[in-house]
């Protein structure tokens, strides 16, 4: 199967995976959520080869991972697999001004939660508040988003509490105190 077909297969359960989950929408809608016109999509479904600048602008919009278009899909994305957005190389080009944001809210959120940032482990991080600020179509930080975004973090606090509790605990033991 060519690269062709494989995107055009893989079109076709972009477009089943969208209706099951917005039975409602009208095919404007869908083409809409793709990012393009209902007439081109109507061509693609048509059979017009699908070109890589569609296929990348598409795994954008829909936020796969860079190059998923180009490998047959056995189902629809989310049938069997988490909703949650892979963090793959995703697209390429990455928006600067977003990422400035991103680390900002992540240092801000630490801050408030009182976590400390390892630099050396704040990919996962980063990733979050990126696609976060990227959902709500936003460059910056603000009360309102800083807000909305610390319960995205949560499961972090936990996580570094206990692994800090544990760490003092063998501390404790070793120098035969507590």
Do not use: C
Request: hydrophobic residues 35%.
């Amino acid at each position: 199967m060519d690269v062709a077909a494989i995107r055009h297969e893989n079109l076709r359960l972009l477009i089943q995976e969208i209706r099951q989950r917005n039975p409602r929408w009208l095919q404007k809608d869908i083409a809409s959520a793709l990012g393009m016109s209902a007439s081109y999509l109507s061509q693609l479904v048509g059979g017009k080869k699908m070109g890589d600048d569609v296929a990348r602008k598409i795994e954008a919009e829909r936020h796969l991972a860079h190059g998923w278009m180009d490998r047959l899909q056995a189902t629809p994305r989310g049938v069997g697999e988490s909703d949650a957005p892979p963090y793959l190389s995703r697209p390429l080009r990455i928006d600067p001004e977003t990422i400035a944001a991103a680390l900002r809210l992540i240092r801000l959120s630490f801050l408030n939660m009182g976590l400390e940032i390892d630099q050396e482990e704040n990919g996962y991080p980063l990733a979050i508040a990126y696609d976060f600020l990227t959902e709500r179509n936003e460059k910056g930080v603000t009360a309102d988003n800083l807000l909305e975004f610390k319960p995205r973090l949560e499961h972090l606090k936990g996580g570094r509490n206990a692994a800090r509790e544990a760490q003092d605990g063998d501390r404790r033991t070793r120098t035969g105190t507590g």
